[in-house]
C-alpha cells in the first residue's frame, strides 16, 4: 500500500522560516509529478507549488520567491522551504503525488496533512 507521509509543521512567528517533508513508502513502480497544497479555514485547497520528476518546479503567486520545493532520494521524497512566512500563510498543507503504481496505471495519492500556523 503506498503511502505518504508529512512532516516539519508547527507553529512560528511571521517572518520566520519552516521546511516541510513528504516521503512515499510502498510498492510502486515510478513517481511522477509531486506537489504541495494548502487549505486554510473556510476557503478550498490551493496548489502551493509542484515539482516534476526532472525538477521542474511551478510556484503559486502568492509564495513566489518565499517558497522553494525540492525533491530527493530516488525521487520519492519532497521538501518544501517556508521561508518569510506570513499570517496568510497559515494552512493544512498537504503533499499530493501521482504514482504509477504498475505500469500503466497511475493514481494520485494525498498526505494527511500538516498544520502550519504563522503568529503575527
Known amino acids: 500500500q503506498v503511502q505518504l507521509v508529512e512532516s516539519g509543521g508547527g507553529l512560528v512567528q511571521s517572518g520566520g522560516s519552516l521546511r516541510l517533508s513528504c516521503a512515499a513508502s510502498?510498492?510502486?513502480?515510478?513517481?511522477?509529478?509531486m506537489g504541495w497544497y494548502r487549505q486554510a479555514p473556510g476557503k478550498e485547497r490551493e496548489l502551493v507549488a509542484t515539482?516534476?520528476?526532472?525538477?521542474?518546479?511551478n510556484y503559486a503567486d502568492s509564495v513566489k520567491g518565499r517558497f522553494t520545493a525540492s525533491r530527493e532520494n530516488a525521487k520519492t521524497t519532497i521538501y518544501l522551504q517556508m521561508n518569510s512566512l506570513k499570517p496568510e500563510d497559515t494552512a493544512v498543507y498537504y503533499c499530493?503525488?501521482?504514482?504509477?503504481?504498475?505500469?500503466?496505471?497511475?493514481?494520485?495519492?494525498w498526505g494527511q496533512g500538516t498544520q502550519v500556523t504563522v503568529s503575527s
Open positions: 499530493y503525488a501521482d504514482i504509477m503504481v504498475d505500469f500503466p496505471r497511475t493514481i494520485g495519492y
Open positions: 510502498g510498492r510502486f513502480f515510478r513517481i511522477n509529478d
Open positions: 515539482i516534476t520528476r526532472a525538477g521542474n518546479t
